[in-house]
């Protein structure tokens, strides 16, 4: 089995940053996807940005020019940093993960608070 462990949620005023950080629990393994996901309250869960093995990157185009989603293939770790942020993308955000050697099975964080108020 593996875990993804995240951190960096937290409150913040509109226009400020914050950078998510998600760390599988085996480093042996290869990743095949690694993103974020986020839902908000009364919504469906919708992707925001993900990093494909041998694709490349993609993101919800809400977060297109504020977001940034990187990878650390070392680590099995991905990160997201938030910059402008608005009310909008107040949200649980849950890290995902999908492994070469462990062919569809999903993996899920257990999700972090991200909320962004005055």
């Known amino acids: 089995q593996v875990q993804l462990v995240e951190s960096g949620g937290d409150l913040v005023q509109p226009g400020g940053s914050l950078r998510l950080s998600c760390v599988a629990s085996r480093s042996d393994l290869r990743v095949y996807i690694m993103g974020w996901y986020r839902q908000a309250p009364g919504k469906q869960r919708e992707l925001v940005a993900r990093?494909?093995?041998?694709?490349?990157?993609n993101y919800a185009d809400s977060v297109k020019g504020r977001f940034t989603i990187s990878r650390d293939n070392a680590k099995n770790a991905v990160y997201l940093q938030m910059d402008s942020l608005k009310p909008e993308d107040t949200a649980v955000y849950y890290c995902?993960?999908?492994?070469?050697?462990?062919?569809?099975?999903?993996?899920w964080g257990q999700g972090t608070q991200v909320t962004v108020s005055s």
């Open positions: 995902y993960a999908r492994f070469f050697e462990l062919e569809g099975t999903d993996y």
């Open positions: 990093v494909t093995t041998f694709i490349g990157t």
